[in-house]
């Protein structure tokens, strides 16, 4: 399968500060998705990238679709204590044509209040 | 409320014992997908369907089947099942080709 690094593998950030995280490929990907697992729950969808350059915005969070295609990242501002969890990105590639997803092996995030 | 379920939660068995994981979504959409989780691996890919039976592999298909008879239901087969199937699962659902996919709760397997 397709090799997704992402990095940094964990974070302990205090609560209030910005937080950066990223993931890279060696394959093309055609869209870009971040998710957030929570202990005991399966991923949810935080944020979905569609275009090269694509900048957006999820209230707190920010994702961008970088321009080479083969890479994103993720900025949460202002963490609160519920940003903790494991955030994991996740790209399609462009030439299969099917919805195989790909996933970095994620970010574990730890707010300190 | 629009979801995906998985049944069981949590199951432990023995070596050999066949099962069945099941997977229901109620948002009318084609694409459905098993995906097992590994510390350190992430999630990958064990099966996919893109409609009704539609199945293909994805990274890790060795030792489980699928089938995909009715548009929400896509069970997960372990004919023989071994300690190296240990891990917890996640079933996924998403409209057409997007890559927008949403999982279910998950199901923690251990197999002894």
């Known amino acids: 399968g397709q090799q997704l690094n992402q990095s940094p593998q964990s974070m302990f950030i205090q609560e209030g500060e910005d937080v950066s995280m990223n993931c890279t490929s060696s394959s093309i990907f055609n869209t870009w998705l971040w998710y957030k697992q929570d202990p005991g729950e399966g991923p949810v969808l935080l944020i979905a990238l569609y275009k090269a350059g694509e900048l957006t915005s999820n209230g707190r969070l920010t994702a961008q679709f970088g321009i080479t295609r083969k890479d994103s990242f993720l900025n949460i501002s202002a963490s609160i204590p519920s940003d903790v969890g494991i955030y994991f990105c996740?790209?399609?590639?462009?030439?299969?044509?099917?919805?195989?997803?790909?996933f970095g092996t994620g970010t574990r995030l730890t707010v300190i209040p | 409320e629009a979801q995906v379920t998985q049944n069981p939660r949590y199951l432990i068995t023995v070596t050999g014992k066949k099962l069945t994981v099941t997977c229901s979504q109620n948002m009318n959409h084609e694409y459905m997908s098993w995906y097992r989780q590994d510390p350190g691996l992430g999630l990958r890919q064990i099966y996919y369907?893109?409609?009704?039976?539609?199945?293909d592999k994805g990274d890790v298909p060795e030792g489980y089947k699928v089938s995909r008879k009715e548009k929400r239901n896509f069970p997960l087969i372990l004919e023989s099942p071994s300690p190296n199937q240990t891990s917890l699962y996640f079933c996924a659902s998403a409209h057409g080709s997007l890559g927008e996919q949403y999982f279910g709760p998950g199901t923690r397997l251990t197999v002894t």
């Open positions: 369907s893109m409609n009704v039976e539609v199945t």
């Open positions: 996740a790209g399609q590639l462009l030439a299969t044509g099917a919805n195989n997803l790909f």
